[in-house]
């Protein structure tokens, strides 16, 4: 009977590990680690028309075709040059649009170089360059927390209000989607309609846990919120694998599985530190409980921008 057993488990390790081989090449690349000061950039084809370039700062989306390229996010500033190089190479028409999911400066600090070589659409485009896209709650933002940072003539020149925005170019709609209270009160989410493809931001990062900030508008709650929209939007192929991709804000290409583990584990976390709120428990008592053991190895960090101890204290403070 062990023996069967035995045999039956190595089957099946063999079958994963095919299924792994064979999902398809958008997942077989899995971007390095860069730090946020990167100057490297990762490419990776994601479907026909729309590739990722992962850099330190935020993973940038290109949609490329006949009238232009279609741009989300800019990546950190360091990586610049790389990335006009890897956008030559992706294709010979300019920038025509470019789309921040965020106005933290880790997705717009290329805003500048990417404005210089875009070529803009439309009657506006002979004053203003290139139509720079995001939501208009981040302008305040900007203006308030980092104009010390990104130079206002690479500002979205292009905001929109309300919970959406909509665009068709190369063929393809694309959606804006706003997403509030998450990350920041700027959030938005772009999906490629004809591509299947989701672009999310920091509402889900694959490598960490999420960074919200709460003096930025910005919630835990508003987090898990907005994975649920991703999951909604994501219609999967077979078992939560293949369909929609989802390109997030940092880290490899995912699946909607991935982002139903993601979210699980923000939802689990939540509820533990919640609970031991109501049981009147202190921060540090809270932190000794160790309420995210399982998930450290995984999105944690002991030192950086973003630390597992920051992440438990923003979460805790919620419930206050």
């Known amino acids: 009977m062990v023996i069967k057993l035995k045999k039956a488990f ?28 990167s100057d490297k950039t990762v490419v990776v084809p994601v479907r026909e028309n729309i590739t990722m370039i992962a850099t330190g700062g935020s993973n940038i989306a290109v ?3 006949e009238l232009g390229m279609v741009i989300v996010d800019s990546g950190n500033g360091e990586a610049s040059v790389s990335v006009l190089d890897a956008l030559k190479k992706l294709s010979s028409t300019p920038p025509s649009y470019l789309i921040n999911t965020s106005i933290l400066p880790s997705h717009t600090s290329g805003n500048g170089a990417i404005h210089s070589i875009g070529e803009g659409v439309g009657s506006g485009a002979a004053i203003l360059g290139m139509p720079i896209i995001g939501h208009t709650n981040g302008l305040t933002l900007l203006a308030t927390r980092f104009a010390d940072q990104i130079p206002f003539d690479f500002w979205p ?13 190369n063929g393809e709609g694309i959606e804006m989607l706003h997403q509030p209270n998450a990350i920041t009160e700027s959030d938005i989410m772009v999906y490629f309609r004809k591509s299947d493809v989701l ?5 889900f990062d694959i490598s960490a846990y999420p960074h919200f900030y709460p003096d930025l508008g910005g919630s835990l709650q ?7 929209n991703i999951i909604d939007i994501c219609i999967a192929e077979f078992n939560q694998q293949g369909g929609t991709l989802v390109i997030p804000g940092r880290g490899r290409l995912a699946s909607e599985s991935d982002v139903v583990e993601y979210r699980d584990m923000v939802t ?13 428990k202190t921060f540090q008592e809270v932190l000794a409980a160790r309420p995210s053991l399982e998930y450290d ?16 204290e923003a979460v805790y403070n919620e419930f206050q």
Do not use: C, H
Not at 268 to 280: C, H, N, S, T
Not at 297 to 312: H, K, P, V
């Open 10 to 37: 190595a089957a099946i390790v063999i079958l994963m590990s095919l299924f792994d081989l064979f999902i398809g090449n958008a997942f077989a690349q899995r971007p390095e680690y860069l730090a946020p000061d």
């Open 63 to 65: 949609q490329t075709g």
């Open 157 to 169: 020149n292009n905001a929109f209000f309300g919970d959406r925005k909509d665009l068709f170019f």
């Open 199 to 203: 672009v999310t931001g920091s509402i």
């Open 222 to 228: 508003g987090v898990i919120d907005g994975l649920n």
């Open 268 to 280: 689990i976390i939540r509820d533990r530190v919640q609970g031991m709120v109501k049981e009147g």
């Open 297 to 312: 190895a995984i999105y944690g960090r002991d030192s950086g921008e973003w630390t597992t101890q920051m992440f438990l």
